[in-house]
């Protein structure tokens, strides 16, 4: 049957206007900034911004090595003061800890920046390059906040002020970490050694990583394990030696080394899952002086990487063992010292889970947001995950004009426009998971 065209237009007409209508019934995502206090947070993170900026040339043009943070630390203890936090010096030597309290009841939290540079000469070309020089194990070089860990400082100093502009409307207290020597010496532990979280003790931890894959604007995130246990050991492998002409006469240290370096792939392939991430690297070999002479020892050093605390010993017992067996089916003494350095970064998946909730609102979509693979490098923020519930996000910093920039070179570039979105969203990551916990335990 021929249907009549205008009943038709009617019911297309009529099925658009109630598509029409469940659309607009259907509730919109709050546009960010949409609560008075948020949109007080933005204006102030707004204000700060140029002042910030200058901060972080300040910072960047005089890096300092790891416990050596002298002018940073008096630049982070003084801000702190102005802002009338209660402020802690002197933990692992130039480490601060500044204390906002809130005006309303809820948990303390924290938030961490490390201050330290690196032995890297800079070529940035920048105005505010470093042109800091020091002598690095007997070789001069030049200084470089080629971190980004100068960025770290100043948008710790930025959510501070910002929160502490807002006081009379946080719940709780947030407690703000300037980190010594990140890169050389494991600041964070150093500080929890010396007692800068007995009295007061946060019940989760937060910081920033500056991502150099990522632009300003999006945040790169993993949950669960971030960065790995950077584990090693040195290996002495030792011989009576004798004439390389006549080898059966002793034991054949760099032999010996050979077989262990290669095993060690083997274990790494033969005994661990494929989905248990591990690394074992011999980055050092070392042994004899000529091409007849077998030598009295060999030295192996290496660097083994994995995640977790029971699986670094299940690594340290498995290299042992091959160490072991290798070196006493060749008739060898040896001596193996191993040990654990900086264990593996674990971001707490719930906590992980509501800051990404804020960070969706506060940077305006789900495309801002970046899954990454956990890395094999190391990071001492997992110390404060033994005390708490830790999460590190890396915030993108790579310059709009570039593709890309490398942490640890020389010519490491990081786009300030980071800067002011890094403080907006902490800030907010804090206050949502302090109104959160307000609204639960601390209700009463
Ligand atoms: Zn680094
Ligand atoms: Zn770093």
Not at 182 to 192: D, K, V, W, Y
Request: negative net charge; aromatic residues 6%.
């Amino acid at each position: 049957m021929k249907q009549h065209p205008l009943p038709l237009l009617a019911t297309l007409l009529a099925a658009l206007a109630a598509a029409a209508a469940l659309q607009a019934a259907a509730p919109k995502p709050a546009a960010y900034p949409s609560t008075p206090l948020e949109k007080k947070i933005r204006a102030a993170t707004d204000k700060l911004a140029p002042e910030l900026i200058s901060i972080r040339r300040d910072i960047h043009a005089h890096p300092e090595l790891g416990l050596q943070e002298t002018r940073t630390s008096a630049i982070v203890a003084d801000y702190f003061r102005k802002l009338g936090l209660d402020v802690r010096t002197g933990y692992a030597k130039t480490g601060v800890v500044g204390i906002l309290k809130g005006s309303k009841p809820g948990p303390v939290v924290a938030m961490r920046g490390d201050m330290d540079a690196l032995p890297i000469t800079e070529e940035t070309g920048l105005p505010f390059a470093s042109k800091v020089t020091a002598v690095v194990d007997g070789r001069a070089t030049g200084l470089m906040h080629a971190c980004g860990h100068d960025i770290h400082t100043t948008m710790l100093l930025g959510v501070a002020a910002v929160l502490a502009s807002v006081k009379a409307e946080l719940p709780g207290t947030v407690v703000f970490i300037a980190q010594p020597a990140e890169e050389c010496c494991g600041g964070a532990n150093l500080m929890i050694e010396d007692g800068a979280f007995k009295e007061i003790v946060p019940a989760a931890f937060f910081a920033y990583h500056v991502d150099d894959t990522l632009k300003a604007g999006r945040l790169g995130y993993a949950s669960g394990f971030m960065s790995a246990n950077v584990d090693g050991f040195t290996l002495e492998i030792k011989s009576e030696g004798c004439h390389g002409a006549s080898p059966w006469s002793c034991v054949d240290p760099i032999v010996v080394g050979a077989q262990i370096v290669t095993a060690l792939q083997v274990l790494v392939s033969r005994e661990f899952s494929v989905h248990n991430n591990t690394v074992i690297t011999v980055g050092s070999f070392h042994g004899g002086s000529a091409p007849n002479i077998i030598p009295r020892s060999a030295r192996l050093e290496a660097t083994v990487r994995n995640y977790g605390e029971d699986q670094r010993r299940v690594l340290r017992d498995k290299i042992t063992r091959l160490v072991t067996n290798i070196c006493e089916a060749a008739g060898a003494k040896f001596d193996l010292a191993y040990e654990f350095g900086t264990m593996s970064v674990y971001n707490d998946p719930a906590l992980t889970g509501q800051a990404l909730a804020t960070a969706e609102r506060v940077l305006g979509s789900k495309a801002a947001l970046v899954e990454q693979k956990p890395e094999m490098g190391g990071e001492d923020f997992s110390y404060f995950g033994t005390i708490a519930p830790a999460v590190m996000f890396n915030l993108g910093v790579v310059p709009p004009e570039l593709e890309a920039t490398a942490v640890h070179s020389p010519t490491f570039l990081a786009d300030e426009a980071a800067i002011p979105i890094g403080v907006n969203l902490m800030a907010n990551i804090i206050l949502d998971h302090q109104a959160r916990a307000a609204r639960g335990a601390f209700k009463k």
